[in-house]
């Protein structure tokens, strides 16, 4: 703080920059994306065990061999279709971020990169 001749402290002044807090509309739908995608990934991890339970099910009450085929299928594929889900939140919720964070940084030093002088910016001569 500076002192003013009255002796009060004087306020410094501090310019800031404001920052966006709502998302891009490409963002939001990347972001609804990735929530279905976790949404889908979670029914299909807890619809596992109630096929397991199922096959046990079937065995005590005397099951065939292609009926625990079937439900062996059903849970390879309940377990593949949950690894795509869980490979497209990731990639769709990861590859959000990195936009919203990109566009959030351009925020932050766009005034920054103004006030800088044309020298620092240019590449140096070659050589």
């Known amino acids: 703080m500076v002192s003013s001749p009255s002796g009060s402290p004087d306020r410094v002044q501090i310019q800031t920059t404001p920052i966006p807090l709502a998302l891009p509309p490409a963002a939001r739908r990347k972001l609804v994306l990735g929530l279905a995608a976790i949404v ?15 096959a046990i099910d079937a065995v005590r009450h005397g099951a065939t061999f292609l009926a625990l085929f079937g439900f062996c299928c059903l849970i390879a594929g309940f377990s593949a279709f949950q690894g795509v889900f869980s490979y497209l939140q990731r990639m769709v919720l990861v590859g959000m971020s990195r936009d919203v964070e990109y566009d959030l940084r351009n925020v932050y030093f766009r005034p920054w990169r103004r006030s800088l002088p044309r020298s620092s910016t240019s590449a140096p001569p070659a050589t």
């Open 40 to 54: 889908v990934s979670v029914l299909l991890s807890l619809a596992r065990p109630l096929l397991v339970g199922r």
